[in-house]
């Protein structure tokens, strides 16, 4: 791992190192159990997909396209993992996450269709690859996240999704709903709280500048895409 440049100087890189490995090995114990406890994904079929997911692409198919309110950017979904795109899908199906559209569209959908969808919109998933030299210095808290999203942002197992390149806002978002109830996920419930709200913009700002990269599925021309 590169060196973390900051005040603190060699104190603080040994705490940040230190810290990312603690819970890096605590994380490794609970990415195993849940490997082992989760219910196996249904084959995607992104043909499938590709045909009825019409109304996902009116959102997640235009780059930078922003919720209206609260207002930030709808997540990029290009090389996330296709088992984290299921699992959230059925999180919004379900009562775990809050958000009046997207569970009004999963409420629709078989878990086939789910995994269909997937498949068409993830693609390849994002793969591991060293800290670019001029990436931006690691915040202290990188520690609480990487033992699941991995400290350059790609999850150490597919039920954990990508951080890498996905939008900042987005990012910021997602923390604040593990925070206030608005997503209900044990594990991310015990870590949000961990994290400090002056430290959100900075992981938020981090994880998404790392590459590789998540990015925005490109979708047929369009009166909404002619001019971008």
């Known amino acids: 791992m590169r060196k973390v440049v900051g005040e603190g100087g060699v104190g603080m890189r040994s705490w940040i190192r230190t810290g990312i490995v603690s819970v890096l090995a605590?994380?490794?114990?609970?990415?195993?159990?849940?490997?082992?406890?989760?219910?196996?994904?249904?084959?995607?079929?992104?043909?499938?997909?590709?045909?009825?997911?019409?109304?996902?692409?009116?959102?997640?198919?235009?780059?930078?396209?922003?919720?209206?309110?609260?207002?930030?950017r709808v997540p990029k979904l290009v090389g996330q993992h296709?088992?984290?795109?299921?699992?959230?899908?059925?999180?919004?199906?379900?009562?775990?996450?809050?958000?009046?559209?997207?569970?009004?569209?999963?409420?629709?959908?078989?878990?086939?269709?789910?995994?269909?969808?997937?498949?068409?919109?993830?693609?390849?998933?994002?793969?591991?690859?060293?800290?670019?030299?001029?990436?931006?210095p690691a915040p202290a808290a990188v520690a609480v996240c990487a033992a699941c999203h991995g400290v350059t942002g790609i999850s150490v197992v597919p039920n954990y999704p990508n951080l890498a390149g996905q939008y900042s806002d987005y990012l910021k978002r997602e923390i604040g709903?593990?925070?206030?109830?608005?997503?209900?996920?044990?594990?991310?419930?015990?870590?949000?709280?961990?994290?400090?709200?002056?430290?959100?913009?900075?992981?938020?700002?981090?994880?998404s500048s790392m590459k590789p990269a998540l990015s925005t599925l490109a979708r047929p021309m369009t009166i909404l895409t002619a001019t971008r």
């Open 177 to 207: 709903e593990y925070k206030n109830g608005g997503r209900k996920n044990p594990i991310m419930a015990g870590m949000s709280v961990t994290i400090k709200d002056s430290d959100v913009d900075a992981l938020a700002a981090y994880f």
């Open 82 to 136: 296709p088992e984290y795109i299921v699992a959230a899908l059925q999180e919004y199906r379900g009562d775990q996450r809050s958000h009046v559209t997207m569970h009004a569209q999963a409420s629709e959908l078989s878990d086939q269709d789910m995994a269909d969808i997937a498949a068409y919109f993830t693609g390849p998933a994002l793969q591991p690859a060293p800290v670019a030299a001029n990436a931006p």
């Open 26 to 72: 605590a994380g490794a114990a609970l990415a195993a159990t849940a490997a082992v406890a989760q219910t196996p994904v249904l084959k995607g079929d992104p043909v499938h997909g590709k045909a009825i997911s019409y109304t996902c692409l009116g959102c997640h198919g235009i780059e930078g396209y922003r919720n209206a309110y609260p207002n930030y």
